[in-house]
């Protein structure tokens, strides 16, 4: 098939080799011009494991990029993966993606066939139908069932696991005008949802929108349930991992999303919760149990400063911050923790040295005035004490020498030995 992308983010750089990977001719339309050289050179535009074998295998053959919206013409479908920013009300910036409509409009008002425009990007529900729609038909000439079809797929996709979890997902989720823009994109999924352990969930417009919602809250409210409830271990002296080691062999529950520690980050939960919550209160809805969810995540990187500052004066101390991204095998360091727990740190008058294996430069520029380190061991030398905001491997079995006091407070249970330590606290155990 041939497929067209408006948007070369993490989703729509990850789908549009995915599926050039699947044998489909695909075109990225980004107005970043960088970003379109480095797709056409073979070079990846952001950090993802599995990504830049794909576009270095096909670019320059079925997957190509370009700033020129005319692209799109010689497609038979179009993905809107744009970016959808949060105001300061928690509501969404939708700009960007009115924007790409238009001129997406713009470029289908010369074409004759029909064309099938699907918004990948998560809008609140009413978005597709009510905003993208309208605009296209605008500029475009055509009409909805008249030569236009309109489709809403939610992405999945996880930082750091992104094309696998496109590859191979738990469920695809179709919301859709018509039988013919169901049938297209069956096809166009048909080697995915070929596996007996992927579902098609084929739905309205406005429930595909909400799925997406809906499934970022859940597993928001699960992880801040998973952080109180190891907050009470902590008061107690328990270790959270050890009681959630058991609960999560309750298949009601099961044991994914169970590792208590500093919470939650990234550009999808944050945002995805917040949209939901402003846009329940728009529809007259108080979502006091998502307001809780959230209060809870944004506690724990104080929380972690803290239990180091039972430990170390930390006005003037040399303080190591190990790992930046909001998780590991990811550069992005949108909403992080990590820059939470630097804020505390500083508003207390520490001297941060901060490490991470591969999101320093997207740091770098919001912090300018911290120490940046080229190693772990070099980000603990000479330090009074050191914390842990990412759960990067390579911090496992970290000896800590080298450090002036060796007092390390961990929010994400990596594996280290804390008896060789003068003094360990993990965040919930």
């Known amino acids: 098939m041939n497929v067209s992308i408006v948007g070369s983010g993490y989703v729509g750089t990850t789908i549009a080799a995915c599926l050039a990977d699947l044998g489909n001719e695909v075109v990225n339309v980004e107005v970043d011009e960088g970003i379109v050289d480095a797709i056409n050179a073979g070079e990846a535009p952001i950090h993802e494991p599995g990504l830049d074998e794909r576009i270095a295998e096909h670019a320059g053959g079925r997957l190509r990029a370009t700033t020129d919206y005319d692209a799109v013409r010689e497609t038979d479908v179009t993905f809107l993966c744009l970016p959808t920013p949060q105001a300061d009300d928690g509501s969404l910036d939708l700009a960007a993606m009115r924007a790409g409509a238009e001129s997406l409009g713009r470029a289908l008002a010369s074409t004759d066939g029909d064309h099938l425009v699907v918004v990948k990007s998560t809008v609140l529900p009413g978005t597709t139908e009510g905003v993208v729609g309208p605009v296209v038909e605008e500029h475009s000439g055509k009409r909805v069932g008249e030569g236009l079809e309109l489709a809403m797929n939610p992405e999945f996709l996880r930082m750091g696991s992104a094309v696998r979890d496109f ?29 007996d352990e992927t579902h098609l969930v084929e739905t309205g417009l406005r429930e595909a929108e909400l799925i997406k919602y809906a499934n970022n809250a859940f597993l928001a409210a699960k992880v801040s349930l998973v952080n109180e409830l190891g907050n009470v271990a902590k008061a107690y002296g328990a270790d959270a991992y050890e009681v959630f080691d058991a609960v999560g062999l309750d298949s009601r529950i099961s044991e994914r999303f169970l590792r208590s520690g500093l919470g939650w980050g990234g550009s999808c939960f ?35 400063v803290d239990l180091l500052a039972d430990h170390v ?18 550069d992005d360091t949108r909403k992080s923790r990590a820059l939470d727990v630097i804020d505390h740190l500083r508003e207390r008058g520490a001297d941060v040295v901060a490490y991470d294996p591969v999101a320093v430069e997207n740091v770098r520029e919001e912090y300018p005035e911290i120490e940046y380190a080229d190693a772990a061991e070099a980000a603990l030398d000479g330090a009074e004490g050191a914390v842990v905001a990412t759960g990067w491997p390579e911090f496992d079995d970290l000896s800590f020498e080298g450090m002036a006091r060796r007092v390390v407070v961990d929010g994400r249970r990596i594996d280290v030995d804390g008896a060789a330590l003068d003094a360990y606290e993990g965040l919930t155990w």
Do not use: W
Not at 168 to 191: F, I, M, Q, W
Not at 297 to 304: A, F, K, T, V
Not at 313 to 330: E, Q, W, Y
């Open 167 to 195: 590859l191979e997902p738990d469920k695809v989720v179709v919301g859709a005008t018509s039988d013919d823009a169901y049938a297209t994109l069956r096809e166009l999924y048909a080697p995915i949802v070929g596996r």
């Open 270 to 304: 944050p945002k995805d919760v917040n949209a939901l919550r402003a846009g329940a209160r728009e529809q007259g809805y108080d979502p006091e149990l998502l307001d809780a969810v959230v209060a809870v995540n944004d506690e724990q990187p104080r929380r972690l």
């Open 313 to 330: 004066d930390l006005a003037g101390a040399r303080i190591a911050v190990l790992g930046l991204s909001f998780k590991p095998n990811t």
